[in-house]
């Protein structure tokens, strides 16, 4: 039962982009948030988690909503699940350099190689542009830190990993056709190996949906739920399926995730049905049933409590780009 597995399915995460960075000390460039590396590479609505290899030498990541710099050595990749604005940078302080005209002249040109700096230590990065849904991926991001940074040197198939596609990259102009198709599923599985080590490294008493994720009993509910989400659930049929007792299972689940698990249900199925209502043709009647509601009036209430909108309305707002905060809400808010 993976979890995590089955709800990267559902998010459909796609590796968009990527490019070379080489740098030399001192540097420092202000990367652009989730919504502006969005408008670059997809047409529609997307999140974007950005990440970056550290291939050679040494620099920083700091968060621009006022997080610390996080220090980075070659073979460390650091991903930003949010998306948010960032600082990368080496060596003595100089003024940030804004690095989204470049980043869209780069994507629109086709190149794979950035270079800049004051001519010192070297730096070398591979940076990767991944999307995915925007409201599914919601549930995903809930309780992710605004950095997550894992080493992937430490053994041997992270070192196979990085030394793949290290080699991809480099060749990228010159793999001939497909190319760019096995470099985008490269960085899917990079992205997810980076997750998947990230979780290991959890403390025992983190709590989050990771961490849920982690657990045998919260993260086996968990894949029960994203697996068959219509399925007609109640807390004695999952707690059963689980192998717990139903206060045992509501337990364990609200401590990982302040939340029941019918609750989080509820939420799940709801950005099932905002996803459908934004990218198919099929009716309200037919998204409810799709989503586990057997009362269209029913799914319309709980939609527009999640929403703020009725389901019609939503769809007609998601599809002219105004529905604002309303597609933002989290599967676990």
Not at 264 to 275: D, I
Request: with cysteine; proline share 7%.
């Amino acid at each position: 039962m993976d979890v995590l597995s089955e709800v990267l399915r559902a998010v459909k995460l796609d590796g968009a982009v990527f490019y070379n960075g080489e740098f030399s000390s001192p540097w420092c460039t202000r990367e652009p948030d989730s919504n502006t590396m969005a408008s670059y590479l997809s047409s529609g609505p997307k999140h974007v988690f950005i990440f970056h290899l550290v291939t050679e030498g040494r620099c920083y990541c700091r968060d621009e909503e006022g997080g610390r710099a996080v220090p980075l050595e070659a073979g460390d990749i650091v991903i930003l699940p949010h998306g948010n604005e960032h600082l990368m940078g080496n060596g003595p302080p100089v003024t940030p350099i804004n690095s989204a005209p470049h980043l869209k002249q780069v994507f629109a040109e086709g190149r794979i190689l950035s270079q800049l700096g004051g001519g010192g230590e070297i730096t070398k990065l591979v940076c990767g542009y991944l999307t995915c849904d925007p409201q599914l991926g919601q549930v995903f991001l809930a309780g992710l830190p605004p950095i997550i940074k894992v080493h992937i040197r430490d053994n041997p198939s992270g070192q196979w990993l990085e030394s793949t596609f290290r080699y991809s990259v480099d060749h990228a102009e010159a793999s001939g056709p497909g190319g760019a198709a096995v470099i985008a599923k490269l960085s899917e599985v990079l992205f997810v190996e980076t997750l998947r080590r990230y979780i290991a490294q959890l403390p025992q008493t983190q709590t989050g949906w990771l961490a849920g994720v982690r657990d045998p009993d919260v993260g086996k509910a968990l894949a029960l739920l994203h697996r068959q989400p219509a399925h007609p659930w109640t807390l004695a049929t999952l707690a059963n399926e689980v192998g717990l007792s139903r206060s045992v299972l509501a337990e364990r689940f609200r401590y990982y995730l302040s939340d029941t698990p019918i609750g989080y249900l509820t939420r799940w199925r709801l950005q099932l049905a905002a996803q459908l209502l934004s990218t198919t043709s099929k009716s309200v009647a037919e998204v409810a049933g799709d989503v586990g509601y057997e009362s269209e009036p029913s799914f319309n209430r709980a939609f527009k409590r999640q929403f703020s909108l009725p389901p019609a309305r939503f769809r007609t707002a998601t599809r002219s780009g105004s529905t604002g905060s309303a597609t933002r809400q989290t599967a676990g808010s």
